[in-house]
Each structure stands twice: as structure tokens, then as C-alpha cells.
Antibody, heavy 116, light 112 residues
Framework: EVQLVESGGGLVQPGASLKLSCVAS????????MSWVRQTPGKTMEWIGD????????NYAPSLKNRFTISRDNAKSTLYLQMSNVRSEDTATYYC?????????WGQGVMVTVSS | DVVMTQTPVSLSLAIGQPASISCKSS???????????LNWILQRPGQSPKRLIY???KLYSEVPDRFSGSGSETEFTLKISRVEAEDLGVYYC?????????FGSGTKLEIK
């Protein structure tokens, strides 16, 4: 059974940094592009970016590129999202997904709330 | 960015009725590879999204065959031949052809 389990969310202050993790199981993680997508409290879906199966290439939404960094550790079957200088508009549920542009499985999501 | 427009915003159907959801993109989603990366997902109440269809019309193995996808270039449709209770939720189309990938605003399916 494929599982994607995100963690690392919570309440953070504006300007802080936060690192989300997504542990994958049930498939060969190192064979797949992986992505991060977030869903705002108003239910709008926003693609954050993705990373090639070997970690050698990343793509980002231009509006987030300067503050968010995606990485992966294939030995640990884990995807990461490093968020820096967070803002109130970053408040959302963050999902990791498999398959890149082809789509695929979604994790259960992790909530991030940015507030002082 | 490619704008994805879904209609209707919501629909209320009885079990057994057919459903149709439209998704239109502001640019052609036919990529240079000759593939069209238009996908559909379903988010049931209180759950994370689930994959339904990729590349316009390809169903994932676990998806019932009452679901179908069609379309090309800028106009796409998700159809459910006979709605069942488990089909309620919000359906999103999203495109993976042009960066940044973008999502429609969703269509909420309610069961009468």
C-alpha cells in the first residue's frame, strides 16, 4: 500500500523558517518525480514545485522560488520542503504528491499556520 | 500562468444520475512531447485529494469505470455515468503541461 506521510507543520511566527518532511512507502521512491502542493483555508490549490527522481533538478512556482526549497533523500524515501521567511499567506495545508506532471498519490497533508 | 476554469461550481444529483464537469484552460495543454497533461482529482469531505484520471482520459487502476475523461487542447470534461454516494466531494482539474502547474477552483458534487 502506497503511503505518503507529511510532518513538521504547526504554528509559526511570521519571518520564521520551517521544514516539512514527507516519508514515502509502498513504491520505489527513487523512480518518481515528487511535488509539493498547498491548499489554502479557502480551498484554493496551489502548486509549489517538484523535484526530479534523482534530486538533480527542481521546478518552482515563481512566486515562491525565493523562499521555498524542495529536496529529497532517496536513501530515506523522504521528500522535504524548506520554508523560509514565512508569511501569513503561507497558512495552508501542505501535501506531498507523487508522479510530477503525471499526478499520482497524495499524502494526508500537514497544516501550517503562520501567526504571531 | 495557465488559468483553469471549471464549471459548474457545484451540482446536486441523485444517485444513478449522470454527471458532467467542464474544465477549460487559457492555453493549449498539448505539450511538445505530444502529450496532454490534464489530470483530475477528487477530494472527499475531510480527506486529502485522491487521484482519478491522468493525461485527459487514463483512469488509475483503482478508479471505477463509471468515470471517464475526454477533451483536447483547451477543453476537457469529466463524466460519471451513474453517480454513487461515494462520489460526493470536490473535483479539481489541474494541468501539468506548463510551469507553474495550475489547478481549477473545483466543482462540488452533492448527492440529493
Amino acid at each position: 500500500e502506497v503511503q505518503l506521510v507529511e510532518s513538521g507543520g504547526g504554528l509559526v511566527q511570521p519571518g520564521a523558517s520551517l521544514k516539512l518532511s514527507c516519508v514515502a512507502s509502498g513504491f520505489t521512491f527513487s523512480d518518481y518525480w515528487m511535488s509539493w502542493v498547498r491548499q489554502t483555508p479557502g480551498k484554493t490549490m496551489e502548486w509549489i514545485g517538484d523535484i526530479k527522481y534523482d534530486g538533480s533538478y527542481t521546478n518552482y512556482a515563481p512566486s515562491l522560488k525565493n523562499r521555498f526549497t524542495i529536496s529529497r533523500d532517496n536513501a530515506k524515501s523522504t521528500l522535504y520542503l524548506q520554508m523560509s521567511n514565512v508569511r501569513s499567506e503561507d497558512t495552508a495545508t501542505y501535501y506531498c504528491t507523487s508522479g510530477g506532471r503525471y499526478g499520482g498519490y497524495w499524502g494526508q497533508g500537514v497544516m501550517v499556520t503562520v501567526s504571531s | 500562468d495557465v488559468v483553469m476554469t471549471q464549471t459548474p461550481v457545484s451540482l446536486s444529483l441523485a444517485i444513478g444520475q449522470p454527471a458532467s464537469i467542464s474544465c477549460k484552460s487559457s492555453q493549449s495543454l498539448l505539450g511538445t512531447s505530444g502529450k496532454t497533461f490534464l489530470n483530475w482529482i477528487l477530494q472527499r469531505p475531510g480527506q486529502s485529494p485522491k487521484r482519478l484520471i491522468y493525461q485527459v482520459s487514463k483512469l488509475y487502476s483503482e478508479v471505477p469505470d463509471r468515470f471517464s475523461g475526454s477533451g483536447s487542447e483547451t477543453e476537457f470534461t469529466l463524466k460519471i455515468s451513474r453517480v454513487e454516494a461515494e462520489d460526493l466531494g470536490v473535483y479539481y482539474c489541474w494541468q501539468g503541461t506548463h510551469f507553474p502547474f495550475t489547478f481549477g477552483s473545483g466543482t462540488k458534487l452533492e448527492i440529493k
